[in-house]
């Protein structure tokens, strides 16, 4: 394999869960990993695609649990590198958006290990997909914005909401299901209509995926009472409303497709 020799790391990104969505540079990468070390979000039918004598290795970064440093999952995978193995590090969707790839491109660049990554489909699109929805949309939605709502332990989130309240956007945000309160206040505060359609798709692309639609200013209420334990997506804006016959301002607080 020309681009995947020995003592090699691929960064590979495993999509939003279905291994249908992987790419098929991804499957043969996978496929052809010695030690693979993964996220806790990459879906078993993910890892099920490696080699049956291929290493396995587990590295946590869920949102809210327990999970390893990530000064330590670089020195694990500059160390089985330079082991002389074939080292895929497997990141949930896409390993360039939210998914920490440059402390690990940098800790393999440092020691002298070739790194290169493998692009997947974001949990964005993935979940844009299972609505049946586009992220963008002629006139309403020119502009696609991607933020994440994850934050340290004890700390407030911070972003720059008035840029963010744009009506002719759509906004994807990561890891929000904690600060659904905080971004639906956020928006409000910074000029964002109240009955701005939002969608929350939990577990997308996966068999036990669950879709609600609601709007801005009763997301708390939706992300508190309907979610459950798995990845939640929110996407707030007017590419957003539903089109099957159900508007986004109605008096109902929010509809469930499971």
């Not at 990530?70 to 002389?84: C, K, M, N």
């Not at 206040?185 to 000029?191: K, Q, Y």
């Amino acid at each position: 394999m020309n681009d995947f020799p020995q003592g090699m790391v691929w960064l590979v990104g495993a999509g939003p869960g279905d291994p249908e969505l992987l790419t098929r540079k991804a499957e043969r990468l996978i496929a052809s990993a010695s030690v693979i070390f993964h996220d806790a979000l990459v879906a078993p039918g993910v890892l099920a695609l490696a080699a049956p004598r291929a290493r396995l290795v587990h590295v946590g970064k869920r949102s809210g649990r327990h999970s390893k440093a990530q000064e330590t999952i670089d020195s694990l995978i500059v160390e089985a590198a330079l082991a002389g193995h074939r080292v895929v590090r497997l990141k949930g969707g896409d390993p360039a958006i939210f998914g920490r790839a440059t402390e690990e491109l940098d800790a393999c660049r440092a020691a002298g290990v070739a790194v290169r990554i493998c692009p997947g489909v974001t949990a964005a699109s993935g979940a844009a997909a299972s609505l049946g929805a586009s992220l963008t949309l002629r006139g309403l939605a020119r502009k696609l914005t991607f933020v994440t709502a994850h934050v340290r332990a004890g700390e407030a989130l911070s972003l720059d909401w008035a840029s963010l309240a744009d009506p002719e956007a759509t906004l994807a945000v990561y890891m929000g299901k904690s600060s659904a309160g905080a971004v639906s206040r956020g928006l409000i505060e910074a000029g964002l209509p109240g009955d701005t359609p939002v969608a929350l798709v939990e577990a997308a692309s996966l068999p036990e995926e669950r879709q609600f639609h609601t709007r801005l200013d009763l997301l708390p209420l939706v992300a508190r009472s309907a979610l459950g334990d798995g990845p939640a997506l929110l996407l707030i804006g007017q590419a957003m409303a539903r089109r099957d016959g159900v508007t986004a301002t109605s008096s109902a607080a929010f509809t469930v497709n499971s």
